[in-house]
């Protein structure tokens, strides 16, 4: 009896390993053909996609104009309560002086 559950555990064991390895040589298949098929949209659709972005946004900045708009000294905006700790205290730590302006205006422009 025992040589009977040890013949039919052997039995079962290798269809179970000829099953597996069916399944993994139909999924290598499909592996192959989806990898091929993400590559063909990569090229396809992805890329001329970045493009079309990236000429549309060069586009926009060669027709945006860089004026600085005009000073309006609201009260609400540009508080200094406390000196920044570096430099002259008066400027934020990424201060640009085409964009950001100080308590009393833009810099460089004496009105």
């Known amino acids: 009896m025992a040589s009977l559950g040890r013949l039919s555990q052997a039995l079962l064991r290798s269809s179970l390993t000829q099953s597996r390895r069916q ?6 298949e499909h592996g192959e053909q989806s990898a091929r098929t993400w590559k063909i949209l990569t090229f396809v659709v992805a890329l001329p996609g970045v493009a079309v972005c ?3 946004m060069y586009l ?3 027709s945006h104009s860089h004026e600085q708009p005009e000073f309006v000294p609201y009260s609400h905006l ?4 406390k000196r920044f700790p570096w ?7 990424f201060h640009n ?3 950001n302006a100080l308590p009393d205006g833009y810099e460089g422009h004496d009105e």
């Open 87 to 93: 430099g002259d205290g008066n400027k934020s730590l």
């Open 78 to 81: 540009r508080i200094r309560s």
């Open 60 to 62: 926009k900045e060669q």
């Open 97 to 99: 002086p085409h964009v």
């Open 54 to 56: 990236m000429l549309n």
């Open 23 to 28: 399944l993994s040589a139909s999924a290598h």
